[in-house]
């Protein structure tokens, strides 16, 4: 904990900004969250897909600078945790470390303000989605990482835009059905972690689902994407509420 004492008892969690350097109005909103409302929280979690896609952590280009110098200011006072989403995968310990955020794995379970909750980016849920879940497999692997990793920066780069290309066309085809999580992996989950709660984003369907299991009454809290408005989850000992905050159109 790196607030004094004297800190209210709140922490946020965020997902799906897709940051790039062509949407300089996310990017705004986002430095705008991580100096106005980031700085009185105890922690913020970022579940993944932070960047619209992520080349390697020896990109210097300047708006990757830009962001990790705004993260890292904002680490000074507030604990930053990190998951990888399905678009910056490969972003690893040195950005991390550029940035002043810790690294977690895939799936974390964490205790927070006396509750326990399992937290992860999400894509992992969706198991009907069985072409994404063959590429996902791959692109974990050590062997396909050390080949992306030693290709030039610029190769990379197209490669990249390919394959956002591919994926925003084989997503217009795919049913939303397929693209949600699954229910039972949800879950199992769940039951593996022994949570009630459990916060993810990925689906850009932010909502705050209530069901039981194993005669258990849980909740599934979905985070907002960055697409249209800043969004975020405010998470204090008394509850939890999405928030989201409209573009400057100015």
């Known amino acids: 904990m790196t607030n004094s004492n004297s800190a209210p008892a709140v922490s946020y969690f965020i997902a799906d900004l897709h940051l790039a350097d062509n949407r300089p109005d996310i990017t705004a909103c986002f430095i705008s969250f991580l100096q106005h409302q980031a700085p ?3 922690k913020l979690f970022i579940l993944g897909d932070l960047f619209e896609y992520w080349l390697g952590d020896d990109d210097d280009s300047p708006f990757v600078a830009s962001i ?5 200011t904002l680490s000074a006072q507030t604990e930053i945790f990190f998951i990888q989403g399905n678009r910056d995968f490969l972003l690893g310990k040195a950005f991390a470390k550029r940035s002043g955020m810790t690294l977690l794995p895939d799936v974390e379970k964490i205790s927070l303000y006396q509750q326990e909750l399992v937290i992860l980016h999400g894509d992992t849920l969706c198991t009907r989605d069985v072409a994404y879940q063959a590429f996902r497999k791959k692109s ?3 062997w396909w990482q050390g080949i992306m990793k030693n290709l030039p920066l610029f190769l990379r780069k197209r490669i990249a835009e390919n394959y956002r290309r591919k994926s925003a066309a084989s997503t217009a085809m795919k049913s939303q059905d397929i693209m949600d999580v699954t229910q039972e992996e949800v879950e199992r989950v769940m ?3 022994q949570v009630n709660l459990m916060i993810h984003g990925h689906t850009h369907r932010p909502a705050v689902h209530h069901f039981t299991s194993d005669n258990n009454a849980r909740t599934r809290v979905v985070l907002g994407d960055w697409y249209d408005q800043g969004s975020w989850l405010k ?3 008394h509850g939890y509420e999405l928030l989201n905050q409209p573009f400057d159109k100015s």
């Open 68 to 72: 990790a110098t705004a993260l890292k």
């Open 235 to 237: 998470f204090t000992p």
């Open 40 to 42: 009185h929280a105890e």
């Open 140 to 142: 974990r692997s050590w």
């Open 191 to 193: 039951a593996e972690q």
